[in-house]
């Protein structure tokens, strides 16, 4: 058994199904267990079950398109993270069957992307969203997070302030512009996450710096 970060320990083996209706498939390269739910169900089961900030996170197991497994699906894994205040993280393969997908409560403070913004109001009007994830959407309205949310790499545009300053950095401008479309969004990601004036104008400098000194934002 392998995973994107390679194998995972010798004699791992499954371990059947537990008490909360999971099954344990061993372990991560980290040691982490391994959970796989039949439905949507189990999984917001265990959610509500294991709220955030109490759990530390979670390997969930997606059986892959195809493979005629009964399982959680990935866009399930997201909608029930939101619901319920997590967010989900890297995905790893682990076999011809399967991939793992990681999720963890969302870390106090942490910034929204519009992409989850849209979803929350979408499950929200749909009566799923559950108090974890309302009481994240309360705490980012209330500290401008919420209104601060940034546009994901599909729908990203340079922002004016940064275009302005390429503009005044010819050096500046012709690094980035020579950038491929991913690389171009990392460049300019911290300026569409600065929350105010302050933040956008060092994160501005900051950009402008990295692309005339050829250095990327990684």
Not at 46 to 56: C, F, K, N, V
Not at 67 to 84: E, F, K, M, P, Q
Not at 149 to 167: G, I, R
Not at 186 to 207: D, E, F, I
Request: hydrophobic residues 40%.
């Amino acid at each position: 058994m392998t995973t994107a970060e390679g194998p995972t320990s010798e004699g791992t083996t499954a371990e059947g199904p537990t008490p909360d209706g999971t099954t344990r498939e061993g372990t991560t390269p980290e040691g982490e267990e391994a959970h796989a739910f039949p439905d949507a169900g189990h999984l917001d089961a265990w959610l509500t079950a294991h709220p955030a900030p109490r759990s530390g996170g979670l390997w969930v197991k997606v059986a892959k398109k195809g493979s005629g497994i009964r399982s959680v699906s990935a866009g399930d894994v997201n909608d029930l993270a939101l619901c319920h205040g997590w967010i989900t993280g890297h995905r790893r393969r682990l076999d011809e069957a399967y991939f793992l997908q990681r999720i963890t409560p969302r870390r106090p403070g942490g910034d929204w992307s519009m992409v989850n913004v849209r979803r929350v109001g979408e499950l929200t009007a749909a009566g799923r969203m559950r108090p974890g994830g309302l009481a994240e959407v309360a705490a980012a309205r209330a500290d401008g997070r919420w209104e601060a949310a940034y546009e994901s790499q599909k729908n990203a545009v340079v922002p004016e302030d940064l275009a302005a300053a390429l503009e005044r950095n010819p050096r500046a401008k012709a690094a980035f512009d020579a950038l491929g479309r991913t690389d171009q969004y990392l460049a300019m990601l911290g300026v569409l996450r600065a929350r105010t004036p302050q933040s956008l104008a060092a994160q501005v400098a900051a950009a402008v710096a990295r692309l005339e000194e050829g250095r990327m934002a990684r």
